[in-house]
């Protein structure tokens, strides 16, 4: 029998578990805090006794799906925003599965993207999708994801890309002024240095810098908070900033793709967001590319609103290799 399956999507913060008990149908959703196990066995194991899980038909899982936050290449796999490390086969042979699949999450996310209706995105600003087209896909979290999806005869084929470490790229003096602040801590400043939950730390101690203002001890969900709230106008300041940085961004991914397929916005912080998101200039700033602004013009941005869109990716190629 090949079904329960187990899917896992491991972010730098959260582990989020689910049993597919057909395909497609996910029962027992649970999200683990990474910080509180010392290894991904542990989550594994802490999941697998939870009475959800169990209730789901957990014990006679033996497919497993894995989604990971970092690059995949081989049975070792180092995550890139936390300190678990594991050996695909050891963890297979641990938990005496049948088969394990370990891929990128952003990847993943990638394959989940054709499956999407309206009901699990929302477009912002213009733009039509071309039929076909390449799919570009960011997404900030506790990092920044990057893949993309190009056609093929086979079908879709998703990128095992790292392109939240490409390098920051500043488009006027304020954020030119966030590079330099971050050139003091950091010899390489990547993208994800500041689109990410962190990020938006580095970028509110920066801004306070540059105003001359005392910086406070804030988390990434407080200086949301008061930024939405109009309660502290650097915090403000920083969400502005962070919606367009992912706008030059995806407007960078999206030519260096071709993605006439439009460009999608995952990760946990744009959602949480909600409306301002749209209402901000994310999709002025995408346009923004001089002799390209025509060209990107036509292409669509979407947010995913699907809270375990990793999921649909993952079901999908598990489901692909139970069948060969
Ligand atoms: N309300 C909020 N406002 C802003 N940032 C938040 C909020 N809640 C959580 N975060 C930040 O979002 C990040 C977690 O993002 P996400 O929920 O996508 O987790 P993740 O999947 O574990 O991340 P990743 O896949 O990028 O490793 C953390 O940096 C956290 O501080």
Not at 80 to 103: A, D, G, M, R, Y
Not at 248 to 273: C, D, F, Q
Request: charged residues 15%.
């Amino acid at each position: 029998m090949t079904y329960p399956h187990l899917l896992a999507d491991i972010g730098g913060t959260n582990a989020r578990f689910a049993v597919e008990t057909a395909p497609g149908k996910l029962e027992a959703i649970l999200i683990l805090p990474c910080a509180n196990y010392a290894t991904l066995s542990d989550a594994i194991k802490s999941y697998l006794a939870t009475p959800l899980a169990i209730e789901a038909g957990a014990s006679q899982v033996r497919k497993v799906g894995i989604a990971i936050a970092n690059p995949v290449h081989g049975d070792l796999i180092q995550m890139t925003n936390h300190h678990w490390s594991f050996s695909i086969q050891s963890v297979k042979n641990e938990f005496n599965f049948s088969t394990l699949l370990v891929i990128n999450d952003f990847k993943a996310l990638a394959m989940a993207l054709p499956f999407l209706d309206q009901t699990q995105k929302y477009q912002v600003g213009a733009g039509r999708a071309q039929e076909g087209g390449v799919i570009g896909l960011l997404g900030a979290g506790t990092g920044l994801g990057v893949s993309g999806l190009i056609p093929s005869k086979s079908g879709w084929v998703a990128l095992d890309s790292e392109g939240g470490h490409t390098s920051f790229a500043p488009t006027n003096a304020r954020e030119i002024a966030i590079l330099q602040f971050a050139l003091q801590t950091y010899k390489h400043v990547s993208s994800e240095r500041l689109m990410s939950g962190a990020g938006l730390q580095l970028i509110y101690r920066a801004l306070a810098d540059l105003h001359k203002v005392t910086a406070d001890d804030i988390d990434p969900p407080e200086i949301m908070r008061r930024g939405l709230e109009n309660e502290c106008p650097i915090c403000s300041e920083v969400l502005t900033t962070f919606c367009e940085l992912l706008g030059t961004m995806a407007s960078n991914l999206a030519i260096t793709l071709g993605s006439k397929g439009g460009i999608y916005i995952g990760g946990g912080i744009v959602p949480r967001l909600g409306s301002y998101f749209n209402q901000s200039h994310f999709r002025q700033r995408f346009e923004q590319k001089g002799r390209f602004a025509n060209y990107l013009e036509q292409i669509p941005t979407f947010v995913i609103t699907e809270p375990y869109p990793a999921f649909i990716g993952i079901s999908a190629m598990l489901g692909q290799i139970s069948q060969e």
